[in-house]
């Protein structure tokens, strides 16, 4: 990954940390990661977006990996991200762009696409399917031990998190949001218990690849990332239109965890989702989970490349 470029542009008075590779005249692809992930949960897609012949951003957010904290991390929230993207692209002269989102990342792309139809081309996700800004409510009838409820408790979190060190921190989450079942705790214990030390991590998932995460979390610790997604999901914006009409695909794994969240597969499979994104493509992994673009990266790659060659004018 030597051919991957990094570079720090500064936004909204923070310096963001940008991994970049690819030609400066083609159409871009602006990929944004979720959590425990980071810009190189995006490293396979990359690289396969650049030798196809587009250029390629993924950005680190604000307080996550090598980017700046922001002054006050307890008061970010989804709107501060989706603002930095669009001061991201100005300052880069980029008018418009294909978004790729993966969880949380997946609802700055939603912001985005709503507030600033004119700057996107087109928009994939995975592992969170497109969602309008709306307080959410993931934890109606789920026990106590929910691993969204024990995160959203300041401080809580904090303490479970601070027992270990942040190669272990990503390494557990990474374990747990791999599997179907969701990450749920007994009341006796804390969500990182729900791991044992013994326990493999997936097959796709190497030491190094751990051990990349792990100096990037040891950097930006978690303050931020506790505070956006998980205290920041009953955030409000006044939207009038939530529908977006640009080209759209939601890359869906069958074992992803998310899938059991109440109400997304209703959401998902209803109409609902199709009524907000008219033009949207749904394609199911059988065998994906939660981290499909790192699990599956020739499937999720040729999907992406598929997207793009239908939807840009890359000659």
């Known amino acids: 990954m030597e051919e991957i470029e990094h570079k720090y542009i500064e936004v909204n008075g923070l310096k963001l940390h940008i991994a970049e590779i690819g030609s400066g005249s083609s159409p871009v692809v602006v990929f944004l990661?979720?959590?425990?992930?980071?810009?190189?949960?995006?490293?396979?897609?990359?690289?396969?977006?650049?030798?196809?012949?587009?250029?390629?951003?993924?950005?680190?957010?604000?307080?996550?990996?090598?980017?700046?904290?922001?002054?006050?991390?307890?008061?970010?929230?989804?709107?501060?991200?989706?603002?930095?993207?669009?001061?991201?692209?100005?300052?880069?002269?980029?008018?418009?762009?294909?978004?790729?989102?993966?969880?949380f990342g997946s609802f700055v792309v939603s912001y985005f696409s709503i507030l600033h139809k004119e700057r996107v081309s087109g928009f994939i996700v995975m592992g969170v399917p497109f969602l309008p800004p709306k307080p959410l409510e993931f934890k109606q009838g789920l026990p106590e031990g929910f691993y969204i409820s024990r995160f959203g408790v300041p401080?809580?979190?904090?303490?479970?998190f601070g027992r270990l060190d942040a190669k272990t921190v990503v390494r557990n989450v990474y374990i747990l949001f791999s599997r179907s079942e969701l990450p749920i705790a007994n009341e006796d214990q804390e969500i990182m218990d729900i791991v044992q030390p013994s326990t493999p991590l997936p097959p796709w998932f190497s030491e190094e690849d751990l051990t990349a995460y792990g100096a990037l979390y040891e950097n930006s610790g978690f303050?931020?990332?506790?505070?956006?997604?998980?205290?920041?999901?009953?955030?409000?914006?006044?939207?009038?239109?939530?529908?977006?009409?640009?080209?759209?695909?939601?890359?869906?794994?069958?074992?992803?965890?998310?899938?059991?969240?109440?109400?997304?597969?209703?959401?998902?499979?209803?109409?609902?989702?199709?009524?907000l994104v008219p033009n949207l493509q749904i394609v199911?992994?059988?065998?994906?989970?939660?981290?499909?673009?790192?699990?599956?990266?020739?499937?999720?790659n040729q999907l992406v490349l598929e997207f793009l060659s239908k939807n840009s004018k890359l000659q």
């Open 33 to 103: 990661h979720g959590f425990p992930e980071i810009w190189y949960s995006w490293r396979y897609q990359m690289l396969a977006v650049a030798k196809a012949g587009y250029r390629a951003i993924a950005p680190d957010f604000r307080g996550y990996g090598l980017s700046d904290q922001p002054t006050q991390p307890e008061k970010t929230t989804f709107l501060d991200l989706t603002n930095d993207l669009l001061a991201l692209l100005d300052a880069l002269n980029i008018s418009k762009v294909f978004l790729v989102g993966k969880d």
């Open 284 to 300: 199911n992994l059988p065998e994906g989970t939660h981290f499909v673009q790192e699990q599956l990266p020739n499937e999720v």
């Open 155 to 160: 401080g809580r979190a904090e303490a479970d």
């Open 223 to 275: 303050r931020t990332a506790l505070q956006v997604p998980y205290r920041s999901l009953h955030e409000q914006v006044n939207i009038t239109d939530p529908t977006v009409h640009v080209p759209a695909l939601f890359i869906k794994g069958e074992t992803d965890y998310f899938l059991k969240f109440p109400g997304i597969e209703d959401y998902i499979s209803s109409g609902v989702l199709k009524s």
